[in-house]
């Protein structure tokens, strides 16, 4: 499964723009700069790096640029069976699945910049990234600070990042290399992101979510919020306002979209955090940052020498177990169907034709990579791992949720 991921605030420097104004995809600047009322085009070419951190400056030019990224990929014919952003990453994705117009997008990004600047001036605030300590200590550390500052960012294994009030954030940082954290970066930011301190942006934002109409995603969207699915649009205003104020378990996302069958991950727009996350947090993956058109071409140069690249979107779905054990899971809530065909060793036939006069129960099933193995409601469900059927989790006629395993199998051991 391919996923397609956006970049939050943080991720832009000054002339990022310049290596795309030859290509195609450059278009879309002018496109946002209607849509904005203000010229883009200078904050992605001529801004300088002062005028271009500051929140609202920088929330917009990070998103204008990844949806000119993804336009230059879509270009190439690839598309994601799912998508997810950082942050502010979140409307880029949300953009891409086809959730919220182009418009509204850029739109919903001006109102949010403008609303979280003015909460940053309000109240005061910072944040800092926490290196090699546990989610639990960083929590921990937090909470022993007795000040205002909180877990900001669940960001991989042994990286979390911190917010709250200048001299809180200070105190959680001494704590927390008390407790083994490596290493504590101040991060350059006009406030206290995803905490409590954001709560004035709340009202505004939610009074330009209801100006604009969410569609049904046309690929899989995992929210900041709780690491899940959400294919309701009504789900979505809700979740974009409480993102203000709630922190990014960005960590737990990959692992949501690693149970639903991650095989590659992109990131597209400027930097390559995300991507660096990835590879920390699922190291199986493959995954590759596109920010400047040279990247494209080294991204077609591995699509062409890894076939486990997808070049469209897929329904394969899988969870780790073990070593050796995998479960296929739920693409999504409907009634289960086991493929008819499937045996497991020692269960007889699937369930529902134990009294088959006729059942071989000594046969197994034995799948390779894409084989059908059942379906919800229309769906299909096919297996992402080759191996063995040992059993199921789910009974026919079953009505299952997104997520929930299937069918558990044994897998050959990789060397």
């Known amino acids: 499964m391919l996923v397609f991921t956006f970049p939050g605030q943080g991720s832009q420097k000054s002339g990022m723009g310049e290596p795309w104004t030859e290509h195609p995809s450059w278009e879309f600047v002018a496109e946002a700069s209607e849509a904005a009322g203000r010229d883009l085009s200078y904050l992605l070419l001529e801004a300088p790096i002062e005028e271009l951190t500051r929140t609202d400056n920088a929330q917009l030019a990070t998103t204008v640029l990844s949806l000119v990224v993804l336009d230059a990929v879509e270009r190439l014919g690839l598309s994601p069976a799912a998508c997810a952003g950082h942050s502010l990453g979140e409307y880029t994705a949300l953009v891409a699945s086809g959730a919220l117009t182009f418009e509204d997008g850029i739109q919903l990004v001006v109102a949010r910049g403008s609303a979280m600047a003015r909460a940053g001036e309000e109240s005061p605030g910072t944040m800092a990234a926490l290196l090699g300590i546990s989610d639990d200590d960083a929590e921990a550390a937090c ?4 000040g205002d500052v909180w877990v900001a960012n669940y960001n991989a294994p042994g990286q979390v990042v911190i917010a709250g009030t200048h001299e809180a954030v200070r105190v959680a940082g001494m704590l927390a290399k008390e407790l083994g954290a490596k290493r504590v970066m101040a991060i350059p930011v006009s406030g206290a ?3 409590p301190l954001m709560q004035a942006a709340r009202a505004p934002l939610r009074a330009a979510l209801a100006e604009v109409s969410f569609r049904t995603p046309e690929v899989r969207v995992v929210a900041n919020v709780d690491a899940r699915v959400h294919d309701d649009p009504a789900d979505w205003p809700g979740l974009l306002s409480a993102q203000l104020c709630s922190p990014v378990r960005w960590r737990q996302s990959l692992e949501t979209f690693a149970g639903l069958g991650l095989t590659s991950l992109i ?5 390559g955090v995300l991507s660096g996350l990835a590879k920390r947090s699922l190291p199986e993956i493959q995954s590759l940052a596109v920010a400047k058109p040279g990247d494209l071409d080294t991204l077609m140069d591995q699509i062409a020498e890894v076939g486990t ?3 469209e979107p897929a329904h394969h779905q899988g969870e780790h177990l073990y070593m050796s054990e995998r479960v296929v899971v739920s693409p999504g809530g409907g009634i289960f169907t086991p493929e008819e065909s499937l045996r497991a060793p020692g269960a007889g036939l699937l369930p529902g034709t134990e009294g088959d006069p006729g059942a071989d129960t000594e046969a197994i099933s034995v799948v390779a990579v894409g084989d059908l193995v059942g379906r919800v409601g229309v769906t299909e469900v096919r297996t ?10 789910a009974a026919g006629g079953e009505r299952v949720q997104d997520g929930q395993p299937l069918v558990w199998m044994r897998v050959p051991d990789r060397a």
Not at 384 to 393: E, H, N, S
């Open 143 to 146: 909470q022993r600070a007795e």
């Open 193 to 195: 992101f995803h905490t």
């Open 267 to 271: 990131e597209l727009g400027p930097g």
């Open 309 to 311: 690249w997808r070049a």
């Open 384 to 393: 992402p791992f080759a191996g063995q059927v040992i059993g199921w989790l």
